[in-house]
């Protein structure tokens, strides 16, 4: 089982990235996927989450109207977009796949918002 993600990096407050979370090993399409974050010296948190069947979990108020969690079944990928990013948007962000019993995390991957 791989999760792989991908798209982070340094931006300016303001802007936008999408990550990517590309996955291999298990029965994607039957998997609730989710983005998951974590900020030096606090607690991991979701982010954002979509079911099998495509609809997504409510957004915790400090990203709703700006994040936007997708997926392609097709391509076994799931995204996140992330506009209008602020500082306290810096951690780093964990892909995660739970279903049939199972949870599976990616190795995470650091997005920095500054100046």
């Known amino acids: 089982v791989q999760l792989v993600e991908s798209g982070g990096g340094l931006v300016q407050p303001g802007g936008s990235l999408r990550l990517s979370c590309a996955a291999s090993g298990f029965t994607f399409s039957s998997y609730t996927m989710s983005w998951y974050r974590q900020a030096p010296g606090k607690e991991r948190e979701l982010v954002a989450g979509?079911?099998?069947?495509?609809?997504?979990?409510n957004y915790p108020d400090s990203v709703k109207g700006r994040f936007t969690i997708s997926r392609d079944n097709a391509k076994n990928t799931v995204y996140l977009q992330m506009n209008s990013l602020k500082p306290e948007d810096t951690a780093v962000y964990y892909c995660n796949a739970r279903g049939l019993g199972r949870v599976y995390w990616g190795q995470g991957i650091q997005v920095t918002v500054s100046s």
């Open positions: 979509i079911r099998s069947g495509g609809s997504s979990l």
